[in-house]
C-alpha cells in the first residue's frame, strides 16, 4: 500500500451504533488529519495530530473520539450520530514542512458515511 | 487568522480552452505554502500545483501554472488547454510555514464543455 489509505470506503450506521473509521500512511509523515466534507459546504478540519499528540480539536462533538496510537495510524471512533454527521470524512497527513522536505498535505480517499 | 477565500463557486470553459480559477488569502505570516488541489467527482482529493512564498518564480506544472502576487495576497490558478479530465472541485490552501496546519477555500466546481 501506498500513500494514504482509509477504511472503510462506506459505511451506513444507524443512530444508536458504534463504529471506527481507519486511516493508515505509509509516507513517514509526522501529522495526520481528520477532515469533514458534506456537500455545499466548505472542508471542515476536526482534528489535528503532531507526533501522536492532539494539537487541534475544532469544536468537535463528543461522540466523534479520535485515537492516533502511533505517527502512521489514525482512528475517529463514532457513537449516538446525528442524521448531520452523513458525510464524507477525509484522513490526510503531512509533513514538517521544513525547507528541502515535502510540505504539502496528501489525502486518502475518505469515508463515506451515511446515518439512518 | 488565515482565511482563504475562492470568489468563483463554479465555473465553467470550452474544451482546449484557457480557464483561470481565483485565490486570494489573509496573512501576517511572510513565510508560508500555498497549493491548489483537485476534487473529481468521488474521486481522492490529488495536489494540483504547489509553491513557496519566498520564491517570486510563478510554479508551473505541465498545463497548470499559477499567478502567484503576493503583496495583493493572490495565487490564482490557470489551467491551458483544458481537458474533459480537468472537470472537478479545485481547492485552494494556505499553510503556514513549518507548522502543520492548512487552510483551505470553499472550493470552485470546474466544468468542461466538450
Known amino acids: 500500500e501506498t500513500g494514504v489509505t482509509q477504511t472503510p470506503r462506506h459505511l451506513v450506521m444507524g443512530m444508536t451504533n458504534k463504529k471506527s473509521l481507519k486511516c493508515e500512511q505509509h509516507?513517514?509523515?509526522?501529522?495526520m488529519y481528520w477532515y469533514k466534507q458534506s456537500a455545499k459546504k466548505p472542508l471542515e478540519l476536526m482534528f489535528v495530530y503532531n507526533f501522536k499528540e492532539q494539537t487541534e480539536n475544532n469544536s468537535v462533538p463528543s461522540r466523534f473520539s479520535p485515537e492516533c496510537p502511533n505517527s502512521s495510524h489514525l482512528f475517529l471512533h463514532l457513537h449516538t450520530l446525528q442524521p448531520e454527521d452523513s458525510a464524507l470524512y477525509l484522513c490526510a497527513s503531512s509533513s514538517g514542512g521544513e525547507r528541502g522536505s515535502s510540505y504539502e498535505q496528501y489525502f486518502g480517499p475518505g469515508t463515506r458515511l451515511t446515518v439512518t | 487568522a488565515q482565511t482563504v477565500t475562492q470568489s468563483q463557486p463554479e465555473m465553467s470553459v470550452q474544451e482546449a480552452e484557457t480557464v483561470t480559477l481565483s485565490c486570494t488569502y489573509d496573512?501576517?505570516?511572510?513565510?508560508?505554502?500555498l497549493f491548489w488541489y483537485k476534487q473529481p467527482p468521488s474521486r481522492q482529493m490529488i495536489l494540483v500545483i504547489r509553491q513557496e512564498a519566498y520564491k517570486q518564480q510563478n510554479a508551473t506544472e505541465n498545463r497548470f501554472s499559477v499567478n502567484f502576487q503576493k503583496a495583493a495576497k493572490s495565487f490564482s490558478l490557470k489551467i491551458s488547454d483544458s481537458q474533459l479530465g480537468d472537470a472537478a472541485m479545485y481547492f485552494c490552501a494556505y499553510r503556514p510555514y513549518n507548522f502543520n496546519k492548512f487552510y483551505f477555500g470553499s472550493g470552485t466546481k470546474l466544468n468542461v464543455k466538450p
Open positions: 509516507l513517514g509523515h509526522n501529522a
Open positions: 496573512t501576517s505570516e511572510s513565510d508560508y505554502y
